[in-house]
């Protein structure tokens, strides 16, 4: 059964024990960041994820917070004696800026170097993303200030269906992305242009009957999280909760 473990929490403002927002899914056969913040390679460790058995990255968008661990995340994987080709799937900007990160880290000119496949994610509702044995992704765009994706990560083994809203203020196009979701993993920076609060969070998961909502990259006044919480049940019945570094979520 694949499962996701939330690598860091945090808005884009991080905390002295939080950091910023992502995860990673692993599956029988291979595992894939969701965005790349920190030092991706120290929290794999702590999560008990192998480094070979990586497989790739979805870059949501790219803003700072969510792709400046990529660097750090390469360089890892090369010392670590990769040798097998390592994906990227990503909107064509994102694609882009990451390609640009690397080019002055002058990465073409690392010895031996492995393999980096770059994959683009069309912003159209229902994207295909990836099909893994274990997973099969789709992604839907947001609304925020560059062009983001929100993903859908539906098992093989189960059939269960866990949502990822990242970065984003309420849109109709989220509701296909995360219709009937076991688990709905959604962004609750706060009421502001390309985000979301807690209620606003709390009524997408209404709407898409999904089973658990689950709020992550919450600011620190979010810490708490009874503010929140209480926000969000007042406007979605189901269990909710505030993601913690290291949770995991099986699906
Ligand atoms: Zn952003």
Redesign the pocket.
């Given at each position: 059964m694949p499962k996701l473990t939330i690598l860091g929490a945090a808005a884009?403002l991080p905390e002295a024990d939080r950091e910023n927002t992502y995860m990673v899914v692993e599956g029988e056969h291979a595992a894939f960041l969701i965005d790349c913040a920190g030092n991706p390679i120290q929290r794999l460790r702590r999560a008990g994820i192998s480094l070979s058995r990586l497989d790739g990255l979805i870059a949501t968008?790219h803003?700072p917070?969510?792709i400046y661990g990529v660097p750090l995340l390469l360089l890892g994987l090369w010392l670590s004696q990769r040798s097998k080709p390592f994906h990227v799937f990503a909107p064509p900007r994102t694609l882009r800026a990451l390609v640009t990160i690397m080019d002055a880290f002058e990465w073409r000119e690392w010895p031996g170097f492995f393999p980096v496949q770059f994959h683009e994610v069309s912003l159209a509702v229902g994207a295909p993303v990836l099909d893994w044995p274990d997973c099969r992704v789709t992604a839907s765009p947001g609304v925020?200030?560059?062009p983001?994706i929100s993903l859908r990560i539906e098992s093989r083994a189960t059939g269960n269906v866990l949502a990822y809203c990242c970065?984003t203020a309420p849109s109709p196009s989220l509701l296909t992305l995360t219709q009937d979701a076991q688990t709905l993993l959604h962004e609750s920076a706060g009421e502001a242009p390309?985000h979301s609060s807690p209620a606003q969070a709390a009524a997408l998961a209404a709407e898409g009957k999904v089973g658990r909502l689950v709020l992550v990259h919450y600011p620190e006044r979010a810490r708490n999280g009874e503010r929140a919480l209480a926000e969000a049940r007042a406007v979605f019945r189901g269990p909710v909760e505030l993601a913690k570094e290291g949770a995991v979520y099986e699906f």
């Amino acid at each position: 059964m694949p499962k996701l473990t939330i690598l860091g929490a945090a808005a884009a403002l991080p905390e002295a024990d939080r950091e910023n927002t992502y995860m990673v899914v692993e599956g029988e056969h291979a595992a894939f960041l969701i965005d790349c913040a920190g030092n991706p390679i120290q929290r794999l460790r702590r999560a008990g994820i192998s480094l070979s058995r990586l497989d790739g990255l979805i870059a949501t968008h790219h803003h700072p917070d969510h792709i400046y661990g990529v660097p750090l995340l390469l360089l890892g994987l090369w010392l670590s004696q990769r040798s097998k080709p390592f994906h990227v799937f990503a909107p064509p900007r994102t694609l882009r800026a990451l390609v640009t990160i690397m080019d002055a880290f002058e990465w073409r000119e690392w010895p031996g170097f492995f393999p980096v496949q770059f994959h683009e994610v069309s912003l159209a509702v229902g994207a295909p993303v990836l099909d893994w044995p274990d997973c099969r992704v789709t992604a839907s765009p947001g609304v925020h200030m560059l062009p983001v994706i929100s993903l859908r990560i539906e098992s093989r083994a189960t059939g269960n269906v866990l949502a990822y809203c990242c970065d984003t203020a309420p849109s109709p196009s989220l509701l296909t992305l995360t219709q009937d979701a076991q688990t709905l993993l959604h962004e609750s920076a706060g009421e502001a242009p390309g985000h979301s609060s807690p209620a606003q969070a709390a009524a997408l998961a209404a709407e898409g009957k999904v089973g658990r909502l689950v709020l992550v990259h919450y600011p620190e006044r979010a810490r708490n999280g009874e503010r929140a919480l209480a926000e969000a049940r007042a406007v979605f019945r189901g269990p909710v909760e505030l993601a913690k570094e290291g949770a995991v979520y099986e699906f």
